[in-house]
């Protein structure tokens, strides 16, 4: 037997599943999350291994999915000094690193930065010289500074990175054990946003580190002593632990996407509309082969604009806690929650508030198997608000349907989410934008499947000039590039596909330069 | 005059963004550049156009070539300074002031951190009042002035001084500069007197786009809807309300050319809009009536937050308002349309105000 464990944290629970080698399920559990995430985790991991009653020697890989870093950026805990290094000069001087921070991250980081001569043009030509001993000289004041972890960002380092590298070699020597963070693995185009996410990326190591060594010594500590142990990052795919503690910025919004993957696993399906409702917020996304599609616009991360890739989600405040008011221009509901205190707060179970779960019990296609629910309690309802609040509800979902699909065709839509109740089945077969409605079985553990079945990754993110490749040498090389990308990560090779090509020509130029992105994924080889 | 801080400089990149018609590039990165100049130097002047004496020499700055390259190579700041003295000198006279040449866009922002750097007023106006891919595209250009000698600097320390023949001739020969500058350069060009900045220039649309950009904020604040507001203020009409349900793109000469195709909702229910655009929007077409088209401006806004959408970040899924607002009166000349003109596009239609189209539509 091989079997594999898929840890998930989330805002209210953490899960834990344990898939079989072909993907059944042997064992699920849920637990609170911690203020401490770490403590959740191990709750989760024994609580799936004591109920299922697997031997822990069986586990071959364990994977999880956790929001650690995302957690330290936004309250700006346990960061690391960080020293930044831009390679640009003289260009870039016009703005410095670290400018639209917030002043309290910026304090958090040490304000440590430096612009030296290096980077590239849009063409691959050099803006000016790399210069060594500058380089070094910083290095040296980085060192008297205490910095803990380094990021590096060259000019149109997507393009050419042979700045970046040298000059990662070169802090290397100087700093020896420090993590260096190289722009052009974490970030696309658009210096200031690539900057922003490799900083951020830098920033959080340290936590990441001690995530990942609270995370194995759990493993260990319940005789998980055979797993190979990884975590999930954001576009659905996985990361060994070195890598993970190089790039654990990765790892941030990991949780939709687990979910997202792991409805996708449970209805078989590889393109659609995933909705995901719980206790206060709705979040839509959608699966192209499989994957969810990722956002094209910059996202702001603890208050910092990024290019850093992201899910994207449409997040509406439209979950089972959700209040439901009567106001002039009819039903309103959220974006404010009773989220967890919905079995004292909601009126169905004697409290005051009218949630979008009471509204769900009232008009009847709701069950709820609680004691302490009282159904007598909802007859104040006045039944045409019901039914409004109903068409409401299912209005609000279909919006989101309807802004996430790329195109005017009906699609599937997969419902997962313990809130999901919300929505009346009778309505499933009629849904604005969806050709059916899917509720899978073990919908409540879609985000730790998500982590468990998650697969292995390439990318490639650059700008080609034209002028000696033809536009198909250039999308074929990059597919390439991708491909051998992912199988350098650890995906076997002939489950390798291209699952993303996207071209965009720069604008105001004459024909001569295009931007690709393309991503290549596999199976994990265990 | 008066004097533009912070916040004036954050509304009127918002603003200068639906002048930008769909083009024009991000103004995000001139913003930063010019507060962070500002922060530096303190509050930059803007001027009205009346205030600037008839035999000042008013010089635009701006930034030429790819938005693409200026996100990811950030100029070094002072080369668009280097660019303007190195005017002066060939002009053996100090510039009064700067003045934009593009309001719309990324263009609205750089002669604000020119201003700022070199103490020099802005003045309160542009040589579009929206957003154009070329140079002889401006109304100095229909009022004879011309655009050399123009000089052009990059961050490394070159600069070139380019004479031309004419306007067209400038084009050609900067846009091969820019290439071997890395794709973005610094520019001084149309040097005019400030009889000329009161003849030529479209008036008042910094303080339009600041406007715009403060109707937008102050609205989402009150959670309110800022785009009739918007409407009033650029005397524009509602072309359609709708969603975004198909957008084709293709690359023709270093132009992103390409269409969306938007579903009516509420009162437009049941009817189609299609707009054309290359970098900016520049045809609109409602039910397979011509209801708008270059130069009078297309902007498209997201209905809920009124915030304008570039023809780059176009897709499907998009609740938009789309607007059409009358240009200046200047680029509806016959010499303004031989210029920026359906026809120059490759349109063969003929050019109509868009009041005229609307009115003709409710008949």
Same mark, same amino acid.
């Given at each position: 037997m091989s079997l594999r464990i898929g840890i998930d944290v989330g805002g209210t629970h953490t899960d834990a599943v344990i898939l079989d080698r072909d993907n059944r399920l042997v064992g699920a559990y849920k637990t609170p999350t911690t203020a401490d995430v770490t403590t959740g985790i191990k709750n989760a991991l024994n609580g799936v291994l004591k109920s299922s009653g697997v031997d822990p020697s069986e586990i071959k890989a364990a994977m999880l999915g956790t929001t650690h870093c995302t957690n330290a950026i936004v309250e700006r805990k346990n960061l690391s000094r960080v020293g930044i290094l831009r390679l640009g000069r003289p260009a870039t001087l016009a703005i410095k690193p670290l400018t639209a921070f917030p002043e309290d991250l910026k304090e958090a980081l040490g304000n440590i930065w430096y612009i030296a001569h290096g980077g590239h043009e849009y063409d691959g030509r050099e803006i000016s010289k790399l210069d060594e001993d500058e380089i070094r000289k910083y290095a040296k004041d980085m060192k008297s500074k205490g910095v803990e972890a380094v990021a590096i960002c060259g000019v149109f380092s997507p393009v050419n990175p042979e700045h970046e590298k040298r000059a990662g070699e070169i802090i290397k020597e100087e700093l020896e054990k420090i993590p260096i963070t190289l722009s052009h693995e974490i970030g696309s185009i658009g210096l200031l946003e690539r900057e922003n996410a490799a900083v951020l990326n830098a920033a959080v190591t340290k936590v990441a580190e001690n995530a990942i060594n609270a995370f194995l010594g759990a493993l260990k500590e319940a005789g998980v002593d055979k797993a190979k142990p990884y975590l999930t990052q954001n576009d659905g795919t996985l990361m060994s632990v070195e890598y993970a503690k190089r790039y654990? %910025?990765?790892? %941030?919004?990991?949780g939709p996407t687990n979910s997202c993957r792991g409805a996708a696993f449970l209805t078989g399906l590889r393109d659609g509309v995933i909705v995901d409702i719980g206790g206060t917020t709705t979040l839509v996304s959608m699966i192209v082969k499989g994957f969810p599609r990722e956002s094209a616009i910059a996202v702001e991360i603890g208050g910092v604009r990024t290019n850093f890739r992201m899910p994207d989600l449409i997040s509406i405040g439209c979950g089972g806690g959700s209040v439901v008011r009567m106001t002039e221009e009819g039903v309103k509901i959220g974006p404010d929650s009773v989220g967890y205190r919905l079995p004292e707060e909601g009126l169905a179970w004697g409290g005051k508030v009218v949630t979008n779960t009471d509204i769900a019990l009232a008009a009847g296609y709701a069950k709820i198997d609680d004691e302490k629910i009282n159904l007598e309690r909802l007859k104040v309802l006045d039944r045409d608000f019901v039914n409004k609040a109903v068409q409401k509800i299912v209005s609000e979902v279909e919006g989101c349907i309807d802004r996430i699909k790329t195109g005017p065709e009906a699609v599937p839509v997969v419902l997962v989410g313990g809130g999901g109740i919300i929505i009346p089945p009778e309505v499933y077969s009629r849904l604005k934008g969806a050709s059916k409605v899917i509720r899978p079985e073990h919908f409540q553990f879609a985000n730790a499947i998500g982590a468990a079945i998650a697969q292995v990754s390439g990318e490639v993110d650059r700008v080609f000039s034209l002028e000696k490749l033809s536009r198909d040498e250039a999308l074929k090389t990059a597919k390439e590039m991708a491909i051998s990308e992912a199988i350098k990560a650890g995906a076997k090779p002939d489950t390798v596909e291209v699952v993303e090509v996207d071209e965009i020509p720069l604008a105001y130029l004459p024909g001569n330069a295009t931007r690709i992105r393309v991503k290549a994924c596999g199976n994990l080889t265990i | 005059m008066r004097l533009l801080h912070r916040e004036n400089i954050e509304d009127i990149a918002i603003g200068a963004a639906i002048l930008g018609t769909g083009g024009g590039g991000d103004p995000y990165i001139g913003k930063l550049m010019a507060i962070d100049a500002i922060e530096e130097e303190g509050p930059v002047k803007l001027m009205d156009p009346s205030e600037v004496p008839d035999d000042a020499l008013v010089v635009p700055t701006a930034m030429m070539g790819a938005p693409t390259v200026m996100i990811e190579k950030i100029p070094r700041g002072d080369e668009v300074l280097e660019a303007l003295k190195m005017l002066e000198r060939k002009f053996g006279k100090r510039a009064l002031a700067t003045i934009s040449a593009e309001a719309g866009g990324l263009n609205s922002t750089i002669p604000l951190a020119v201003g700022a750097r070199l103490h020099i007023p802005v003045v309160d106006g542009d040589g579009m009042g929206r957003a154009f891919p070329e140079i002889q595209m401006v109304t100095f250009h229909l009022h004879g002035i011309k655009a050399s000698p123009m000089t052009m600097s990059d961050e490394k320390g070159n600069s070139v001084l380019l004479e031309a023949v004419d306007n067209h001739w400038v084009e050609r020969l900067s846009r091969a500069v820019t290439v071997a500058m890395g794709g973005s350069a610094m520019i001084a060009l149309y040097a005019m007197t400030g009889a000329q900045v009161k003849e030529s220039a479209v008036h008042g649309t910094i303080s339009l786009a600041e406007s715009l950009g403060r109707s937008i904020r102050e609205a989402r604040a009150k959670k309110e809807d800022p785009i009739k507001k918007i409407m009033g203020m650029l005397n524009g009409f509602e072309l359609f309300k709708g969603k975004v349900v198909d957008v084709k793109r293709r690359t023709v000469a270093g132009f992103a050319r390409g269409e969306a195709r938007f579903e009516g909702i509420d009162e437009y229910k049941g009817e189609e809009l299609l707009i054309h655009f290359q970098n900016e929007n520049l045809v609109a077409i409602r039910n397979g009536n011509i209801v708008a088209s270059v130069p009078d401006l297309i902007t498209v806004l997201e209905t809920e937050t009124a915030l304008p959408i570039t023809t780059e970040g176009l897709r499907y899924g998009y609740r938009a308002t789309v607007l059409g607002i009358p240009c200046n009166e200047k680029w509806r000349t016959k010499k303004g349309l031989e210029v920026v003109g359906p026809r120059y596009f490759g349109y063969d239609i003929d050019y109509i105000p868009v009041e005229e189209r609307m009115g003709r539509m409710k008949k």
């Open positions: 654990p %910025i990765r790892t %941030i919004a990991s | -």
